[in-house]
C-alpha cells in the first residue's frame, strides 16, 4: 500500500504514478481522483481509494460538513477505476468520528479505510464498531503511543490483537 498525501495536484500525480511504477497494490489518499484515474488508466490494476470530502494543509485536515462528505464519497466511489476510500475520520476538527464514519460507510460502494491521527486501541474499535474496513497508524508507532511499546514490532501485535476483536480476560 501507498498513501498519497501531497499539498499540489501535480505531487499527486507523480504519487500516482511512482505507484504504478513500483507495482503498488492499493494506492490510498490524493484529492483529484479523476485524474488519478487518468494516471491508473492502462497500468496493471490498483485498488484506489482517494480522499473523500475537502482536504487542505499538511497535515491534511478534512473540513466540511458531514453530509457533505458523505455526498462526496458517494460520487467518487462511483467512478470506474475507484475501489474505496481512505477517510480522515480523526482528522476532522468538529465532526464526531464515529458518527462521520458511518455516514462515509453507508454512501460509499466499496471499502473503507480510515487514515490519520488514529493514535489508540479505543480509536481502532470505535472505528470498526462504525463500520470502517481498515485503518492506517503511522506517527503514533513511531511515537511510542500504542500498547506494547516502546518497540514497533511490539505495537504492530497490540494493534494488529485489537483489530482482530474484542480484547479477551
Do not use: N
Request: net charge negative.
Amino acid at each position: 500500500m501507498l498513501e498519497v498525501v501531497s499539498t499540489t495536484r501535480e505531487e499527486e500525480l507523480r504519487s500516482v504514478a511512482a505507484g504504478v511504477q513500483i507495482g503498488v497494490d492499493w494506492l490510498l489518499g490524493g484529492t483529484h481522483p479523476k485524474d488519478g484515474l487518468g494516471v491508473l488508466d492502462g497500468a496493471p490494476p490498483v485498488k484506489y481509494c482517494p480522499f473523500p470530502g475537502t482536504v487542505v494543509g499538511h497535515p491534511s485536515v478534512l473540513e466540511g460538513e458531514i453530509a457533505d462528505i458523505a455526498d462526496s464519497a458517494r460520487e467518487i466511489t462511483s467512478l470506474d477505476g475507484v475501489y474505496g476510500l481512505d477517510l480522515l475520520a480523526y482528522r476532522h476538527q468538529t465532526a464526531d468520528p464515529a458518527e462521520l464514519t458511518r455516514a462515509v460507510v453507508a454512501a460509499a460502494s466499496g471499502p473503507v479505510i480510515a487514515a490519520g491521527s488514529v493514535a489508540s486501541v479505543a480509536q481502532i474499535r470505535a472505528l470498526d464498531d462504525a463500520g470502517a474496513w481498515g485503518f492506517t497508524i503511522g506517527g503514533a508507532i513511531f511515537e511510542g503511543r500504542l500498547p506494547g511499546g516502546p518497540s514497533v514490532g511490539g505495537q504492530v501485535r497490540e494493534v494488529l490483537r485489537a483489530a482482530a476483536g474484542p480484547a479477551s480476560g
